[in-house]
């Protein structure tokens, strides 16, 4: 196999893919219940126990970083969609899920927990799952621009059309 036809925004797309395929699978939730509790802690929580801010961006990612090496190595032509386009809109829509986990990190009973001493924090996977998606979504955008596209080209209606093999 010929890593030297692999650029630099490739690198990034298929490493954060691959960072977010094993940060998945650490825990994404810190759960302190202090001296209350005999001071101990857990951690849980993956990436598939949040579909909508976990699932649904593993998958984009994933996705991007699967057609990224095979478009590298030759084993895949992108044919009439315009793909770096489209590996921006879902890595961007990743970031933007799984930022909207980071900050708010909503938890179901998370309230009930805090009232008993219960601290949930966000866990080491979260964290550098974040991380990994950020990367892949920066590679896709140096991607796109590297492509000939403009970030201009966004707000088009027509580009955008086009860039899903429409006329």
Avoid: C, H, Q
């Amino acid at each position: 196999m010929d890593f030297s036809k692999f650029k630099t925004s490739d690198w990034l797309k298929v490493g954060g893919a691959l960072g977010f395929l094993i940060f998945g699978f650490l825990n994404w939730l810190s759960i302190d219940y202090g001296s209350d509790f005999g001071g101990a802690t857990e951690t849980g929580a993956k990436v598939f126990d949040f579909f909508f801010t976990g699932t649904i961006p593993w998958i984009l990612v994933l996705g991007t970083g699967i057609i990224t090496f095979l478009m590298a190595t030759g084993n895949m032509k992108s044919g009439k969609a315009n793909l770096p386009m489209l590996m921006l809109i879902a890595t961007a829509v990743a970031s933007v899920l799984i930022l909207i986990r980071l900050i708010f990190n909503p938890l179901d009973g998370k309230g009930a927990l805090e009232a008993l001493g219960v601290d949930v924090g966000r866990g080491i996977g979260m964290i550098l799952s974040t991380i990994a998606v950020l990367v892949a979504t920066a590679g896709a955008f140096i991607g796109y621009t590297e492509s000939g596209g403009n970030i201009n080209d966004l707000k088009d209606i027509n580009k955008l059309k086009g860039g899903f093999g429409g006329n």
